[in-house]
């Protein structure tokens, strides 16, 4: 195993440091793992906060900032945070209308929220949760009841942080975190697999003429291993995975997204395909992002994620976003 | 070899046409190569060209767009493009006031340019051009005489690109393109190879305790094979090969840059200890860049470049700029 680390023991919160020194509109507590927005709350905003387990930046602490999230509060790689972050965050960014718990679906991660949310409603704070639960792959896998929260999560981050800008009400932030959940569903495909530092190898092998079709974000099987084929015949798979379990149509959000270990030009030539693909249903990527956006450490491969659009939603995606991971138009 | 390809041939124009699906401000002659803003050439505006072998990615045609390029000619995989790509470009963008191409310093894409410049000025279009060579690796190399261009290339692009924004005339721009470079210096290291998809297999070996320090972006040899070594060390390793060619003082532009391989977390490990270098010195980090902008295909590895900051290139730096690689403030 080759990283860029210090030592095993500390890639979280050296990359922490990083985070702080490389953006003094973040505040980065180190120690205790919660980065939250210089400016503070904003009275009468909606806060948002998610987190979740390292190893899938930017996701989550590259998309605080403003247009998007309040506070990030990463776990060990892999590894949930503890309520204790959370109930921290969610008091530093507590405006007075309510926090936001933006919670993808693995087990570690929803008992946590849960307690948070509840620990900080007996102080006073009002937290509703949206749980995100967009991979279509699997039903249930190693760390879930139900579906994974993958791609989804960036969509419901950026949408929902744009309504709680505008000053919206908490029952409306929910409202549009959930419809952009229901509205959203993904698809991984793994060429290799990741190595976590702690484990100094490759969480599973595949061979060189493999690949795992409906791969997890944390290397946890799909529905099946497969021979490599081409991107056409690849994108091909993965969108008919996804337009079976949600007809595709109209205009749409699309992000092609790589694992980490997979470089932009194969992304492109994906995406090529997958915009392909929409055109043979009579659909458009109205919007779209390509590029390493939910990764899973240096694993290859790439992941689609769709999101049928309305106007509400494509007003609230086109909004000013400013964060280390997305930034645009303000 | 895995990769997300439906050809070695096509890989270039695949990708090419998802980049024109992705990005509809994008105006993609697939067929030719050449990427221009949609928008069109501004009357009185100096136009900006910028081109060479593809694997890079998101340089060059990332950074076609408001506040930067106004064309990017892609050549094949880790090959040069050809004069008359780069005269179509150069013809697409000229607005009257005249066309600067930004070259990095590689033997093929000087040759190519200096006909295109030469062809370009014989139908009536003023033409200059600056050359990049901020890598302090090696003196000369493999496809060099003098030093390679590197990642200062998207910092001349930017800088330059903001200053034509303005509507300054073309040797206001040439001058400070020029002094974005002079006040540049790059050192990169590789964890591992790339593979090209016409080799097919990585450009050299790499022992699983070996790392090559001063690595080239097309994979050629650096200064030396060396053992890895943590994350700290390695900055400081960088850092002083910076420092010993150009002394490190004062606000500071600086990109931590993976080479495509790398994942996010651990390039804001290496931005820490950067950080850290820089206070020991009593510089400043003042603007940064950490992510994946100038790369190697699939390298596992990282590249530093740092720009000595003053008041203009800082204000150029700051002004809005919206490409698909790079975003903000508009």
Request: glycine share 12%.
């Amino acid at each position: 195993m080759k990283k860029l680390i210090n030592s095993v023991d500390s890639v979280v919160t050296d990359a922490l440091r990083g985070l702080a020194a490389a953006h003094p509109g973040l505040r980065v507590d180190v120690d205790n793992q919660i980065v939250v927005r210089a400016s503070g709350p904003r009275p009468g905003k909606v806060g948002l906060v998610s987190g979740g387990g390292s190893g899938h930046e930017p996701l989550h602490a590259g998309f605080v900032g403003y247009g998007m999230l309040d506070a990030a509060c990463p776990g060990e790689i892999f590894t949930s945070p503890v309520p204790d972050q959370m109930i921290a965050a969610t008091e530093a960014v507590n405006g007075g209308a309510g926090v936001l718990h933006i919670v993808k679906n693995y087990t570690g991660d929803v008992l946590n929220f849960e307690m948070a949310a509840e620990l900080s409603a007996e102080e006073g704070v009002e937290v509703a949760s949206v749980l995100v639960d967009d991979d279509v792959a699997v039903q249930d896998s190693l760390y879930t009841a139900g579906r994974r929260g993958t791609g989804a999560t960036l969509f419901v981050e950026k949408i929902a942080g744009a309504m709680a800008e505008t000053g919206a009400p908490l029952p409306e932030v929910v409202r549009v975190a959930g419809e952009v959940n229901a509205r959203s569903r993904s698809f991984g495909v793994a060429l290799s697999a990741c190595t976590t530092p702690a484990a100094g190898k490759p969480t599973f092998e595949l061979k060189d003429t493999e690949i795992e079709l409906g791969i997890g974000i944390h290397g946890e099987p799909g529905r099946t291993r497969s021979a490599m084929r081409g991107a056409r015949e690849l994108a091909r798979t993965v969108m008919e995975a996804i337009d079976e379990d949600m007809p595709i149509s109209g205009d749409t959000l699309v992000m092609v997204n790589g694992m980490g270990g997979t470089p932009l030009i194969e992304l492109y030539v994906v995406f090529a395909e997958v915009a392909d693909y929409l055109a043979s249903k009579g659909a458009t990527a109205a919007r779209s992002l390509v590029g390493n956006y939910v990764t899973s450490l240096d694993m290859q491969g790439f992941s689609v994620t769709v999101c049928l659009l309305n106007d509400e939603l494509t007003r609230l995606w086109d909004a000013p976003v400013e964060t280390p991971g997305l930034r645009w138009g303000r």
